[in-house]
């Protein structure tokens, strides 16, 4: 009989064990992981049956008119549906950013971050609508909803956490940021306010059919070039355009694109901008610079070296030359990204969820690109939202919606140090 309680004991104790250090194997199981998991089959329980409130959730934020920098509406709606769900410290920033937190095990902070603000032709799509968003069969119609089922997921995994009583081993920020669409103005700010206790950031922009891990970085550039105007019979030079011809020139063969291939690095000139008529040359001129990389060091050495090209240029032909920045979307890769616990468990996640193979990339170009840029682990979720994105016929898929919210909430669950 002792010998009995005792192998029940035992056995006991090695379940408890194997379901906690599934995720430490080299080959992450989460099929396994959920089967030996009460607490995890809760989660998705509650999930499933949040599909119907979820989906009205978004027909609700879908239809607030909220272009980048006129979130304000929408992140109320946002923020009162975080204290409804009882998410912990709601706040709206100035950005306006919506943030709400699960106290975890630790104060190091796992953040899920989703987008507030649509493109400036959704808002123009959501006035002209003749009705609200809408529900039909497995869909959200209606402008607005691409974007926001980001938001619905992430409060819908949220919410299955807090339902299941779950006390997750990080805290777990919910954050859904403004001004994306126009610089990633919010998602600067949520990670000044946040790099210190952050242990990684994830993206919600899908269910996790492609993950990204890296960041490209994309800088754009305006090259102002001034100098005297005249007519033709006063002379041809000092001219803008002689100083705009030459530095395009040297710009296009600096040879940093063959010497980091590896690195995606491109420089591109593309808008070319001066003259009016054929008998008077312009006083000032302009053109575009796009430059990007892998690699954040070499768009840096890229900048320096264009800077002293404009410098040379300026000082042979005398022409003021300046460069104004346009875009600055940071990138780079973290050492270790690529074998981290984070990237792992949400490749493993997929797979549960029936995504056999998700597509990598290192090379994002979304708020993921933040902290990833300074240094800090970070992915990003992708794949198909639904279709018609910033047009009137906008639909968010809710299958696809509900498998976000799965894989966040799975990410929250299974995540230890």
Known sequence: MKKNIILLILIGMYILLSSSTILANSTIDISQYVSKNETAKEVLQIIEGQTTSTAEFLVEIGGIISPSGQEQDRAEAVAQRMRDIGLQNVEVDENPNVMGFIPGKTEEMLIFVSTLDDLATVAEHQKAADKPPYIEGDKVVGPGTNTSLTTASMLAAAH????????????????????????????????????DSAYAFVDILGDGRSISYGAMGIFWRKVIAEGPGGHTLSGGVPNVNQAIGRAVDQILSLDYPEKFADDKTRINISILNSGKVFNHKPESGWFSIDIRSLNGEVISNIENDIREILENVSSKTEIDMKM????????????????????????????????????????????????????????????????????????????????????????GLVLEE
């Open 160 to 195: 299955a956490l807090i339902e299941a009583d779950v006390e997750p081993y990080y805290t777990l920020l919910f954050a859904s940021v403004a001004q994306e669409e126009t610089g990633l103005h919010g998602m600067r700010s949520l990670y000044e306010k946040f790099e």
């Open 324 to 411: 104004e920045s346009q875009i600055a979307i940071p990138g780079g890769q973290v050492p270790g990204a690529l074998e981290s616990n984070l990237l792992k468990s949400s490749i493993a996640i997929a797979n549960y969820l029936g995504i056999d193979e998700p597509e990598l990339s290192n090379a994002s170009c979304s708020n993921i690109n933040v902290p990833i840029g300074e240094g800090t682990l970070g992915i990003g979720l992708g794949g198909s939202r639904g279709g018609e994105r910033g047009k009137p016929e906008e639909w968010a898929s809710i299958p696809v919606m509900m498998n976000t919210a799965k894989h966040v909430a799975l990410l």
